[in-house]
């Protein structure tokens, strides 16, 4: 099993910035992709950015490339977004998300988290 846990989420200003952290515990071995999507109210959850674990490509939204930025740190099984230049329509809850390798043939499953909550003012 493998758990997400994501955090740095809270309230900020138009034009400010937050970093969101997401840990993964549990059997974390074999991981392929790390990222994160976001859900505004009433919507669509929507991809926001991605990293492969072992290479660091790297995946973004056309919305957030140029202001948010992912990162993996490895040794402590975690990864970040950092978002600068905030929007109101950045609010959201923002989920992490995690791609595992499952077995020889390539096949995978995916784990969420429970979510953190982004909100910008304007």
């Known amino acids: 099993q493998v758990q997400l846990v994501e955090s740095g989420g809270g309230l900020v200003q138009a034009g400010g910035s937050l970093r969101l952290s997401c840990a993964a515990s549990g059997r974390t071995f074999s991981t392929y992709t790390m990222g994160w999507f976001r859900q505004a109210p009433g919507k669509e959850r929507d991809f926001v950015a991605a990293i492969s674990w072992a290479g660091g490509l790297l995946y973004y939204a056309n919305s957030v490339k140029g202001r948010f930025t992912i990162s993996r740190e490895q040794g402590r099984n975690t990864v970040y977004l950092q978002m600068n230049s905030l929007k109101p329509e950045d609010t959201a809850v923002y989920y992490c998300?995690?791609?595992?390798?499952?077995?020889?043939?390539?096949?995978?499953?995916?784990?969420w988290g429970q979510g953190t909550q982004v909100t910008v003012s304007s």
């Open positions: 998300h995690g791609r595992k390798i499952v077995n020889v043939e390539g096949a995978y499953v995916d784990f």
